[in-house]
């Protein structure tokens, strides 16, 4: 089967090439560069079934190959990325997911969008099912990043009962692993290289807000296994292990040996107070739940940091 990937050089989208790649199939990567890196790709690149594309997905999108799957995973992915370009943000979720159904419908390709948890906004429900519609501020600063992916939800439903392309939409919850940029904005790496550089690991609010923490390999074989599935509804992927960003902290910190302290900082604003995904759906209709608990994720996660810090 032929795969393209955009985003390919994000911490997603190369361990899904990646992962393809291991299962046999042909890969065409692309990704404009502005937040991936090229070398998360660069252990890729000889194989003869992969093919990278530097090409900016807002822009017309030509491929020569016949393409049986797309998975559009382009998009800045952290507050830092999507506040550093709100713009860019926007126009990958609308523009450059139309001109990726685009294709899947001339090359009759199935279609996966890398949707986001953050379509829920600062959620009054807790755990979130896929029927919950969110609770989003649309012209807050996460706006850009939460609406994006709910405009893209919507094109992408569009397509699939206008133009009858067989569509996916995952919701991804909090992943994290090895690849991830040490200055990426989020918990886990954040947390990482402060205990490792024996820096304070910064909480912001009082730590109270909860997260669930999804490794990397285990999202990706939920990635494949909706992929491949019959189903076109949103579905949750994400692990339902809910824990507190403080817990989170002194885990790193006892995992790390660090002796780093805490210190707090002001939330940012609309910063989600919980964050828990319902898992029901992909549980039941594609037999999938994730296997690594948070402290051997961790430890894995860890000794990659160490060694991308020469530590």
């Known amino acids: 089967m032929y795969f393209l990937v955009t985003g390919a050089a994000g911490f997603l989208g190369s361990h899904l090439c990646e992962y393809l790649l291991e299962k046999g199939h042909y890969v065409i990567g692309m990704d404009n560069l ?4 090229i070398k998360n790709l660069s252990h890729l690149l000889s194989n003869e079934k992969f093919k990278f594309i530097k090409h900016d997905v807002t822009k017309y999108i030509h491929i020569e190959e016949n393409i049986d799957y797309i998975l559009h995973f382009a998009s800045p992915a952290s507050p830092a990325d999507y506040l550093n370009y709100p713009i860019q943000t926007l126009k990958v979720g609308s523009l450059g997911t139309h001109k990726a159904l685009g294709l899947a419908k001339k090359k009759k390709a199935k279609f996966l969008l890398a949707s986001t948890s953050e379509v829920y906004g600062d959620p009054q429900v807790n755990p979130q099912s896929e029927n919950y519609w969110g609770n989003v501020n649309p012209i807050g600063p996460r ?3 939460d609406e994006a992916k709910r405009f893209a939800e919507a094109l992408t439903m569009a397509y699939h009962r206008c133009h009858g392309v067989d569509t996916k939409i995952a919701r991804i919850f909090n992943t994290y ?19 490792l550089t024996g820096s304070p690991l910064t909480v912001f609010g009082n730590g109270s807000q909860t997260r669930s923490f999804c490794y990397i390999s285990d999202l990706i074989e939920g990635v494949y296994k909706l992929l491949l599935s019959d189903i076109n509804e949103p579905v949750n992927l994400g692990n339902p292990n809910e824990i507190t960003i403080l817990e989170l902290a002194k885990k790193i910190i006892d995992l790390t040996g660090s002796k780093s302290d805490i210190i707090f900082k002001p939330l940012p604003e609309n910063d989600p107070k919980i964050r828990c995904p319902d898992i029901s759906v992909a549980k039941n209709n594609l037999d999938w739940q994730p296997k690594v608990n948070l402290e051997q994720g961790l430890i894995k996660t860890i000794n990659w940091f160490k060694s991308e810090l020469k530590i």
Do not use: S, W
């Open 34 to 37: 502005i937040t991936g890196n």
């Open 143 to 145: 706006g850009v990043y």
């Open 177 to 195: 692993g090895p690849r991830m940029r040490k200055n990426d904005g989020r918990a886990v790496p954040n947390f990482i290289t402060q205990a």
